[in-house]
């Protein structure tokens, strides 16, 4: 197995499922009753309305069946494929027929091109062992960023493709933003963290690190929201972790994107994210109306 696809074994939350159920009901319950609002304004007939959740993954945080069954049809867009598609098997058949799975990256960066990048960077350590230098390392580091940092989109009709013009009523994403190079950033800390005895000053890498995937999230997140508001026909539901002294890489950027430009109906979620280490997120639920 790669280190990747270990790294990503590790992300998977086995106790969401139960762990979330509380934010899951009120998060579901939001979008359906914003749904049953726009419903209303464009036709008045129950079954019309459609519902794009981007990075909708296994759909631990929202209930599919409830949505299924409000909706006229929900389109599931996600990296991971297996994921969407164990999320919709679990559906009774006429529900599982309105749910289209796509697979799909909204930031121009697959699953592969990080796997890429972690089998590089891990090989080239291994090949170099005790003749590994900072500046050797310093290097293959930053041509590997630079490699994933050309794969990103440069403007908002580049997502047009995965997310044309009007794809869906209402748009959810919900604690993506900060899931972006999440697996990245934790790749590579535990990297330096491996190499502190042959390289004692490699901690000191770990700011510029910060600070490109900042600036990828910098660049990216502005162009996604736009090209959400194209996708989008009536409105956008977004969350994410909000910390105001510590603000969270990635939802931070959205977070102030929308409130600079969209004029966000704003409200507060508790989830418990993980109960055994008692971890619980302030999420920040900005609702754009179209």
């Known amino acids: 197995m790669s280190i990747y696809k270990q790294i990503k074994n590790k992300f998977i939350m086995k106790n969401a499922r139960e762990d979330w159920t509380a934010y899951r009901v009120h998060f579901t319950d939001l979008v359906v009753r914003l749904l049953s609002e726009m419903q209303s304004q464009m036709s008045g007939d129950p079954a019309s309305g459609s519902v794009m959740l981007i990075g909708a993954g296994r759909c631990n945080d929202i209930e599919l069946r409830t949505l299924a069954i409000s909706a006229e049809n929900v389109i599931l867009l996600d990296v991971d494929k297996d994921a969407m598609r164990e999320a919709a098997f679990g559906l009774p058949d006429e529900l599982r027929q309105k749910v289209e799975c796509r697979e799909a990256s909204v930031t121009g960066i ?125 409105g956008i539901v977004l969350g994410n972790e909000y910390m105001s002294d510590r603000p969270v890489e990635g939802a931070y950027q959205c977070i102030e994107y929308v409130r600079n430009n969209l004029r966000p109906e704003e409200l507060h979620l508790a989830w418990d994210f993980n109960c055994e280490e008692g971890i619980t997120y302030d999420m920040l639920i900005q609702i754009c109306r179209f």
Not at 143 to 164: Q, S
Not at 169 to 176: F, K, T, Y
């Open 110 to 234: 697959t699953e592969a091109d990080l796997d890429a990048f972690c089998n590089d960077l891990l090989s080239f350590v291994r090949s170099a062992g005790k003749g590994l230098t900072m500046e050797r390392l310093h290097s293959q580091l930053n041509a590997g960023l630079d490699v994933l940092d050309d794969k990103l989109f440069r403007k908002e009709d580049e997502l047009f493709g995965i997310l044309p013009e009007a794809s869906a009523d209402i748009l959810v994403c919900n604690g993506v933003f900060s899931q972006f190079f999440s697996m990245l950033s934790f790749f590579i800390r535990s990297l330096f963290y491996s190499l502190q005895e042959i390289l004692p000053d490699v901690g000191s890498l770990e700011n510029e690190v910060n600070e490109r995937i900042r600036g990828m999230n910098d660049h990216i997140i502005p162009i996604i929201n736009r090209a959400f508001c194209t996708a989008a026909r009536k």
